[in-house]
């Protein structure tokens, strides 16, 4: 596992040591918040995953740590919702290269995860396969079961961050320039209609290359 990121650990600058300390946490007694922040801060954190994928490895600590893995999967949820709850003037560069690493570490968890078998699939097959299909239902089960704490299932709450993050003003979507056009109709600014046929009849619809670039 202290290979997990490849030519990463050979490095001493900080995010390194950062994403060792994760690793090692990873197979141990779970990542602390301390060193999950410390790699989300990471400016080229995508470039340097994508250099060393180890996609096996993450699957293979999911098989000896589920508990491990599930609770980094809380923890980039956490850290997602934190930023996205950020109002604009609040939501600057470090906040957007957090979210935006939170959902890249996110895509590597997900990448790792099994996809769970058939019910009774398993049916014929050796006990361990057994085993570990059994393992890997009862994971994803697990990520659509009602947390006591928050009431809600943590792939809800993943859904629900990644469709808020689409829509998030200077992060997926540009910022609209609405200087020229504050005139409300209807209640509605029409300079921050994205599509055709959405708003107040009788507002000026943007032009297909507005349209374009938020799409």
Not at 75 to 94: P, Q, Y
Not at 96 to 124: D, M, Q
Not at 180 to 186: G, S
Request: proline fraction near 4%; hydrophobic fraction near 40%; include cysteine.
């Amino acid at each position: 596992m202290k290979r997990l990121f490849g030519g990463l650990m050979g490095s001493k600058a900080s995010p390194s040591d950062a994403l060792q300390d994760l690793v090692a946490q990873l197979s141990g007694n779970g990542v602390s918040k301390q060193t999950w922040e410390q790699v989300i801060a990471f400016e080229n954190l995508e470039e340097e995953l994508e250099n060393s994928p180890r996609r096996d490895n993450l699957a293979a600590c999911l098989a000896r740590c589920p508990e491990n893995f599930f609770g980094l999967l809380v923890l980039c949820t956490e850290s997602i919702e934190g930023e996205l709850a950020k109002k604009a003037d609040d939501f600057d560069e470090r906040a957007e290269t957090s979210l935006a690493n939170c959902f890249i570490v996110l895509s590597y968890l997900f990448a790792a995860t099994p996809a769970a078998p058939a019910r009774g699939a398993a049916e014929g097959s050796s006990d361990d396969k057994v085993k570990k299909e059994a393992a890997n239902v009862s994971f994803l089960d697990r990520l659509w079961k009602a947390d006591e704490q928050t009431g809600r299932p943590l792939g809800e709450r993943i859904a629900d961050a990644v469709m808020r993050a689409l829509f998030k003003a200077g992060f997926a979507v540009d910022e609209v320039d609405t200087s020229e056009a504050t005139e409300l109709v209807d209640g509605v600014m029409p300079a921050l209609i994205w599509s055709e046929g959405v708003g107040p009849e009788g507002s000026n619809q943007p032009s297909d290359n507005c349209l374009h670039s938020n799409r």
